[in-house]
């Protein structure tokens, strides 16, 4: 069975550092892809960055960067720079080449603080 | 660009009513997915479809049924609605490509009274 894990159900960071929102899986499957999604408070699910299993290396977008350790199963999302605006859900989520479902954590809570 | 479309986006519901949460989408994608997000959770995946006339069980089915009759539409129907069915509900779709991420709708809050 596939499994998310995200175990920090809450954070908070300072306005302007870096923060690190940790999640890991259990997949026996060789082949899969890694997102995260964040959902404001006004609850639509965004989309920030995705990290395929065969990529040697980690995923950047803008201030979302993932670190992805394949050995470890995990794909924490890092986020430098924190704005106010970044407070939200995070959501990390595994997606199966084989079967295109998509699997996703528990949501780890951000708060950014001014 | 509509995106992924989702109807209605609020609904209350008597226990043992019945109804169809409606989804289409215009960005010609083969896949096509509902999720329900509990308070303070994550989303757990209720039924999928992979195509028009193909359709799968996620995580949690029981108590819904799916139709995908065109690629656009992928309808959710809740048959005698209880208290545990109150959540969101997502509709989402993607291309199927690996690097392909999920487009969400705007979420249906449903709550069985």
């Known amino acids: 069975a596939q499994k998310i894990t995200q175990t920090q159900p809450g954070m908070f960071v300072q306005e302007k550092e870096a923060v690190t929102l940790d999640c890991t899986y259990d997949?026996?499957?060789?082949?899969?892809?890694l997102f995260w999604y964040k959902q404001p408070s006004s609850g639509e699910m965004i989309f920030l960055i995705y990290q395929g299993s065969y990529d040697e290396q980690n995923a950047t977008e803008g201030r979302y960067s993932l670190n992805f350790q394949k050995a470890r199963k995990s794909a924490n999302l890092v986020i430098s720079a924190s704005q106010l605006g970044d407070s939200a859900m995070y959501f990390c989520a595994m997606s199966l080449y084989n079967f295109n479902k998509f699997y996703f954590g528990s949501g780890t809570k951000l708060n950014v603080k001014p | 660009n509509a995106g992924v479309t989702q109807t209605p986006k609020f609904r209350i519901l008597k226990i043992g009513q019945s109804m169809t949460l409606q989804c289409t989408q215009d960005m010609n994608h083969n896949y096509m997915y509902w999720y329900r997000q509990d308070p303070g959770m994550g989303l757990k995946l209720i039924y999928y479809s992979v195509g028009a006339g193909i359709t799968d069980k996620g995580e949690v089915p029981n108590g819904y049924n799916v139709s995908r009759s065109t690629t656009e539409d992928f309808p959710l129907r809740l048959e005698l609605a209880a208290p545990s069915q109150t959540s969101v509900y997502f509709c989402?779709?993607?291309?199927?490509?690996?690097?392909?991420?999920?487009?969400f709708g705007e979420g249906s809050r449903l709550t069985v009274l």
């Open positions: 989402a779709s993607s291309t199927g490509r690996r690097t392909g991420e999920l487009f």
């Open positions: 997949t026996s499957d060789q082949s899969y892809g």
